[in-house]
């Protein structure tokens, strides 16, 4: 029997549960493009979103999900045969370093494993010893394994050697739920979608960057007219912003979005980001003796505050997740790129998705409802 009916809850990463204030601002006709109310709302969401994102410099907005994002940093500061290193701690930075391959760049791909954060000590002898490198691509979360990276200590490296290289962050699963501060830590650019820690539906992907580089940007061989991010960040007209016609209600509902973030103040935001984990993480190390139940990473310094990763012997991830779905109404998160699909262990992974507009009753229900199924499943 199902007790599924009532409000469904997709605890996925991304796209996470939008607030009912932004689906009520994306609620309207379509508005003129040419002038008018979206001009405005386009003006105010601009600051906003440098807030967030803690820097004074610039940001793109563009009309693409993440993986449009990686391929618009990239083009925009880099030329043909340039040189990357790329700091893999799951799937994500892996694709990320394939869209570089792809791009033509030559991609140094320095792989950490499933369950580590990238080693400081070993990328800065990289570093030391390669000052041809253009860009170091990170993940600060990769959504795959949850593994949390040290990016304040990445950008205090690039500090310390004084390297040319730009630092590129992946923050698609941790912006505005992580603390990210792009202009203290020193980090060049960072790019992030809509749909996760932003609260609004998938579609927009940013890419704030630094003066640094925009200098690198007037050397790059690789930019294509949609990807630009010149026009994009300084407009002499409204319809540069998005090199076509602006995405009017996603608009409408991220700046109801950021007000929201910046209400609540973003220091309480990561801290009710963090308090939220401890919490899964506490109830999910219970599990572990009785169930089998394992946290991807073992370190909560490098845990994701946006996304758990979790194992158990297959199928009975599988099993959770299916009757979490169908008998209680929470959706989880499938296993990425922790093993291949189709193979006996596939079934064995799942993720609790915390991003967004998440409190400690939502965050609580999905445990209890793990909690339920357990016993059920041995
Ligand atoms: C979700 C995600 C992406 C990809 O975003 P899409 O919108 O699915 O293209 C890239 N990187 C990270 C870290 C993500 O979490």
Redesign the pocket.
């Known amino acids: 029997m199902s007790l599924a009916n009532g409000r469904p809850y997709v605890a996925i990463?991304?796209p996470s549960v939008m607030p009912d204030r932004v689906i009520q601002a994306m609620m309207r006709p379509a508005p003129n493009i040419y002038e008018g109310d979206i001009q405005d709302v386009t003006e105010r969401i601009v600051p906003k979103l440098k807030q967030v994102a803690g820097t004074d410099d610039y940001v793109a907005i563009y009309i693409c999900?993440?993986?449009?994002t990686?391929e618009a940093c990239l083009t925009n500061c880099c030329s043909r045969g340039d040189r990357v290193l790329v700091l893999v701690t799951g799937r994500?930075g892996r694709i990320?370093g394939e869209v570089a391959t792809r791009l033509g760049l030559e991609a140094m791909v320095m792989d950490f494993g499933k369950s580590d954060p990238a080693n400081i000590d070993q990328v800065r002898s990289s570093l030391q010893k390669d000052p041809s490198i253009k860009a170091v691509l990170v993940?600060q979360?990769?959504?795959a394994t949850s593994i949390r990276n040290d990016v304040e200590a990445l950008g205090q490296v690039m500090k310390d050697l004084n390297h040319d290289a730009l630092l590129m962050v992946?923050a698609?699963?941790s912006m505005g739920c992580d603390r990210l501060d792009m202009d203290a830590w020193g980090v060049d650019v960072v790019i992030a979608?809509s749909?996760?820690g932003l609260m609004t539906p998938?579609g927009l992907g940013f890419v704030w960057f630094s003066k640094k580089a925009m200098a690198a940007y007037h050397k790059a061989d690789l930019i294509t007219p949609y990807w630009d991010w010149g026009p994009r960040a300084n407009p002499n007209l409204f319809y540069e912003y998005f090199y076509g016609t602006a995405p009017t209600h996603h608009l409408y509902g991220l700046d109801v979005a950021l007000d929201m973030l910046l209400e609540e103040g973003m220091d309480q935001v990561w801290i009710r980001h963090k308090r939220l984990s401890e919490i899964i993480w506490d109830k999910a190390e219970t599990w572990g003796p009785i169930h089998e139940v394992r946290l991807n990473v073992a370190d909560r310094a490098y845990r994701s505050h946006s996304v758990t990763a979790l194992s158990m012997p297959s199928p009975k991830a599988d099993q959770l997740r299916h009757m979490a779905e169908h008998e209680y109404g929470v959706t989880l998160g499938i296993g990425l790129g922790m093993a291949e699909p189709g193979t006996p262990e596939a079934g064995g992974y799942f993720r609790i998705g915390h991003m967004g507009h998440v409190n400690a009753h939502m965050v609580m229900g999905v445990l209890a409802v793990i909690e339920d199924i357990l016993p059920r499943l041995d």
């Open positions: 990463p991304g999900n993440g993986h449009g990686w994500f990320w993940c979360t990769d959504t992946d698609m699963a979608g749909q996760k998938p």
